[in-house]
């Protein structure tokens, strides 16, 4: 899949401008589109007021989103790129998921809201639903402050992690479209510990180097397409050790396939594209198996 048409969804307090402008790199994997989206909820304006939702603050927040995108789309068209625009009231997931529909965009970028615990579990499940019904990749910033800098562009050295399941073979496939911009790719394969119990040490050494033979053929496929490629196994939790990983590599995301689990089961019973949307410090790209794989 090329990444043609971006959707920039923000809300400015968690998304800004210099974490599009990190991901502009992206032309030189065929980006030529900028769609934002700014959506206000009726719901969550009101709680944030305390004092029920007002027509003249639907009106307010309008033009205050007007006034950035401009500033913001005159930037873009000194660059030569396409911008679209949609300020709309409703439910986050709904319009977000209609703007996909209706300009067919190749790359959703979203940021994770920093809430009180109570906003940041609605919030939060908000963005995960946006992932299992996306059939498009999901970009999900961490939050960042108005005054935050952003070190590097977040596709320059990402970190893949996979199970070697359908999802994962579409994630790398999806790698393999952005030669232009990865320069390198640490891929990682996280060994349950407890897959390891009562066995012997030689068992243990054996299935370390299964899998990293495992790994070493992912990292000749991204060779083959022109992308640098590391192999790492890591014994432990998933989630936890996907995320140190990502440190000690020094990576600028995390990109892993999903394949867009019942909501029960995301909610109770978690999973990994789950604790990268809600928990990761680092910039996390969810690729759907669903996803298109273009030309």
Not at 4 to 33: C, G, I, M, P
Not at 124 to 137: C, L, M, Y
Not at 182 to 194: L, R, S, T, Y
Request: charged share 30%; net charge positive.
């Amino acid at each position: 899949m090329e990444i043609k048409k971006l959707l920039f969804v923000t809300k400015f307090e968690e998304l800004w401008f210099d974490a599009l402008q990190s991901l502009l790199n992206l032309r030189n994997a065929s980006l030529n589109h900028v769609v934002f989206l700014n959506v206000i909820e009726r719901e969550k304006v009101a709680m944030r007021r305390g004092s029920g939702y007002q027509k003249s603050e639907e009106i307010r927040l309008r033009e205050k989103a007007n006034i950035r995108f401009i500033d913001w789309a005159e930037t873009l068209f000194e660059q030569g790129m396409e911008v679209g625009v949609y300020i709309v009231v409703g439910s986050l997931v709904r319009k977000v998921i209609e703007a996909v529909g209706k300009e067919d965009v190749d790359l959703i970028v979203i940021g994770r809201p920093k809430q009180g615990k109570l906003e940041q579990f609605f919030s939060g499940s908000d963005v995960t639903e946006i992932v299992r019904r996306s059939a498009k990749p999901v970009l999900i910033y961490k939050h960042l402050s108005q005054d935050s800098k952003f070190s590097g562009e977040p596709f320059e050295r990402p970190l893949l992690a996979t199970d070697w399941m359908p999802a994962s073979t579409k994630a790398v496939a999806y790698l393999k479209k952005l030669k232009g911009v990865v320069k390198e790719v640490h891929v990682i394969h996280v060994v349950q510990e407890k897959s390891l119990k009562g066995t012997s040490a030689m068992a243990v050494q054996k299935t370390r180097k299964e899998c990293r033979r495992k790994l070493e053929e992912v990292c000749e496929e991204l060779e083959a397409a022109g992308i640098n490629a590391r192999a790492h196994v890591y014994i432990g939790d998933s989630a936890t050790e996907i995320e140190k990983a990502a440190r000690e590599c020094q990576a600028t995301m995390i990109i892993t396939g999903t394949s867009g689990k019942d909501a029960w089961k995301e909610r109770w019973i978690g999973s990994i594209p789950k604790s990268l949307t809600e928990k990761s410090m680092f910039p996390s790209l969810l690729i759907p198996l669903n996803a298109e794989d273009g030309d």
